[in-house]
């Protein structure tokens, strides 16, 4: 049975020549291009739209569809080319553009594609903006112009500089330097390759690259976990480096491996992340009900905050506005730090790995002995939103003795750990994250949401 096309708070999802093809996209950028002209109001002024993609074979046809698009409702377009997700917000603000566009499907596999959309602040737009640029779309709501009013197209070559410039301004360049990090990149052939190169470059590391010719066409399977990063691994033993850094496909994730050759995993980016930054200031951090216990562990003795949203970057880069926080970001190996944007940022997670590194003379297994650990198990399972409901439900009358977050499907806080229940915003599926200190806790837990399954999907 095909898939339907997602479209949600994190723009549109689909599978090329399926479900996402140059008409749908085209309609999409209308859509887009109406309700910016739409806020905008009547002043009259000529708005631009920054486009960005990743590597993807697809990624061109769809970038010049929703250009297209835009440009048919009199909306003009800065293609700034083959960038990372977060690239494409730096130049949003540099150039004063009122949204951007990624061509992007992140870390799904190869026959997908999207489309996710920024506002003029760099930031995914809110639910509600996102709800009436779906039915701008559902209901072909497009201000189409006439031939004299037809946006324009122009490129811009600058977008690598200019996202290393902003990232080099969080760091001391010297400091890191003056180590000689050797560092392993792994950028499964997405669009991070070519920008991480030379921000290491600045930043004095000696760098081997695997995979980091952005093809498109992907050397293991794209999303950043321990599975598909054994190649990574055997690397960092080989060659004696320091660290080992993954990326997923538009460069927003990062992942880690020791020195030993050791997967530590995405949820000790932000933990270290977080380390260094609550080391120079006492402040807030945002980061959504998903993501590990460590980041509270660590404010808790550096005598800061860490507030809970809902998944998704743009519910965290808003937490992070309204609070004046001073770090972000996801356990999916996502940093956000409102210096650079408010967008999870890869380059800018491996700046502030490499400077905790640097300032404290400890290595990677070093650092995550001192963070501590916990044991966390992410499963997912094809579930229709009757049967989301369903399995809600029930885990509220299993999970009745916890405190409940209702916020982003159900969190369930125990004193030995937690459970988080949610359907995705980017694919069919739910996903269920269990993270306990003991082991055997976590094996309880899944087992519960196991039975739970059972129940309703047979």
């Not at 002024?45 to 250009?67: H, N, Y």
């Not at 700034?80 to 690239?87: A, F, H, Q, R």
């Not at 737009?125 to 946006?151: H, M, N, T, W």
Request: hydrophobic share 40%; net charge negative; with cysteine.
């Amino acid at each position: 049975m095909p898939e339907q096309l997602i479209i949600s708070i994190s723009g549109m999802r689909g599978i090329i020549g399926e479900n996402l093809t140059a008409s749908i996209a085209a309609e999409y950028g209308s859509a887009f291009g109406t309700f910016l002209k739409d806020s905008a109001g009547s002043n009259g002024s000529r708005l631009s739209v920054c486009i960005g993609r990743d590597s993807r074979g697809s990624g061109r046809m769809l970038a010049s569809a929703v250009g297209a698009g835009l440009c048919g409702v009199g909306v003009d377009v800065v293609d700034v080319g083959l960038v990372p997700t977060p690239t494409v917000g730096v130049m949003v603000t540099h150039l004063g553009c009122a949204g951007g566009v990624i061509i992007t499907a992140s870390h799904n596999p190869i026959q997908y594609n999207g489309i996710k959309l920024l506002l003029g602040n760099s930031m995914a737009p809110p639910v509600d903006a996102a709800g009436r640029i779906k039915q701008f779309f559902l209901e072909k709501r497009f201000d189409y112009v006439d031939s004299a009013r037809c946006g324009g197209v122009a490129f811009s070559d600058e977008a690598d500089a200019k996202h290393i410039e902003r990232v080099l301004a969080i760091a001391d360049k010297e400091a890191i330097a003056a180590k000689g990090f050797r560092v392993v990149l792994d950028s499964v052939n997405g669009a991070g390759g070519p920008i991480t190169r030379k921000l290491l470059a600045e930043l004095g590391c000696q760098v081997s690259a695997i995979n980091d010719e952005p093809t498109g066409v992907f050397a293991h399977t794209p999303e950043p976990i321990a599975e598909n990063l054994t190649n990574l691994c055997e690397v960092v033993k080989a060659e004696g480096a320091e660290i080992g850094f993954a990326q997923d496909p538009d460069a927003d994730r990062l992942a880690i491996v020791d020195e030993a050759g050791t997967y530590i995993g995405e949820e000790y980016t932000l933990a270290m992340a977080a380390k260094y930054i609550f080391s120079k200031k006492v402040g807030k951090a945002a980061t959504n009900l998903s993501t590990s216990r460590m980041i509270d562990d660590i404010a808790a003795k550096a005598g800061c905050q860490v507030i809970r949203t809902p998944v998704g970057e743009a519910n965290v880069a808003s937490a992070m506005l309204e609070n004046d926080c001073v770090i972000g970001g996801e356990g999916n190996g996502g940093i956000i730090d409102l210096r650079v944007g408010p967008i999870r940022d890869s380059l800018a997670g491996i700046a502030l790995v490499l400077q905790l590194m640097a300032e404290t003379g400890r290595s990677v297994s070093q650092l995550t002995a001192d963070i501590g650990s916990y044991y966390m198990t992410k499963t997912k399972f094809a579930a229709d939103s009757k049967q989301a409901m369903e399995i809600l439900k029930l885990a509220k009358q299993q999970f009745s003795d916890a405190r409940l977050d209702v916020s982003d499907g159900y969190r369930f806080d125990f004193e030995d750990g937690w459970v988080h229940i949610r359907s995705s915003n980017t694919e069919p599926v739910m996903r269920a994250i269990v993270e306990a200190k003991d082991r055997s806790i976590v094996q309880r837990y899944l087992g519960e949401i196991a039975k739970i399954r059972r129940e309703v999907l047979g």
